[in-house]
């Protein structure tokens, strides 16, 4: 292993992918020899908020049978391109994950319909499209 790691996390992937009831039924042995240390092994992790974000996103995207999927490595990498700002306000308050074309209206949730924004903002935008909500905002800023 030491001398071919890669050739032996592909031999085990492969494994997996060949016996998937041995290897989960293997994750529950582990998992069960000390359940509060791996949960907290889960929990230290720097990017398990946006883990779970992601996952919430793509539950989300099925039950509107919308296209599209975007790992946690896109959704960080945008909020860097942005500057941990959000897109609409410039804010640093905490990100969400904001559908430029909303999934009730059609869009996907591909990395491409997303925008980081603050809270504030992206329930201020609701089901509107990016346009119609920059059109709005510039509307709010002028009265």
């Given at each position: 292993?030491?001398?071919?790691?890669?050739?032996?996390?592909?031999?085990?992937?492969r494994w997996?992918?060949?016996?998937?009831?041995?290897?989960?039924?293997?994750?529950?042995?582990?998992?069960?020899?000390?359940?509060?240390?791996?949960?907290?092994?889960?929990?230290?992790?720097?990017?398990?908020?946006?883990?779970?974000?992601?996952?919430?996103?793509?539950?989300?995207?099925?039950?509107?049978?919308?296209?599209?999927?975007?790992?946690?490595?896109?959704?960080?990498?945008?909020?860097g391109s942005?500057?941990?700002?959000?897109?609409?306000?410039?804010?640093?308050?905490?990100?969400?994950?904001?559908?430029?074309?909303?999934?009730?209206?059609?869009?996907?949730?591909?990395?491409?319909?997303?925008?980081?924004?603050?809270?504030?903002?992206?329930?201020?935008?609701?089901?509107?499209?990016?346009?119609?909500?920059?059109?709005?905002?510039?509307?709010?800023?002028?009265?």
């Amino acid at each position: 292993m030491r001398l071919n790691a890669e050739k032996a996390r592909a031999a085990m992937r492969r494994w997996r992918h060949r016996h998937p009831e041995e290897h989960r039924a293997e994750l529950q042995r582990y998992y069960a020899k000390d359940p509060q240390r791996r949960q907290k092994q889960i929990d230290a992790s720097e990017h398990r908020p946006a883990v779970r974000r992601a996952m919430w996103q793509r539950r989300r995207a099925r039950e509107a049978r919308a296209e599209g999927s975007f790992s946690v490595a896109e959704w960080l990498a945008l909020v860097g391109s942005y500057g941990a700002r959000c897109a609409y306000c410039g804010s640093a308050a905490p990100l969400e994950m904001d559908h430029r074309v909303p999934l009730a209206r059609g869009g996907t949730n591909a990395i491409d319909n997303i925008l980081p924004a603050c809270g504030r903002c992206n329930r201020r935008k609701h089901t509107r499209t990016e346009a119609e909500f920059r059109a709005w905002l510039a509307l709010q800023h002028r009265d």
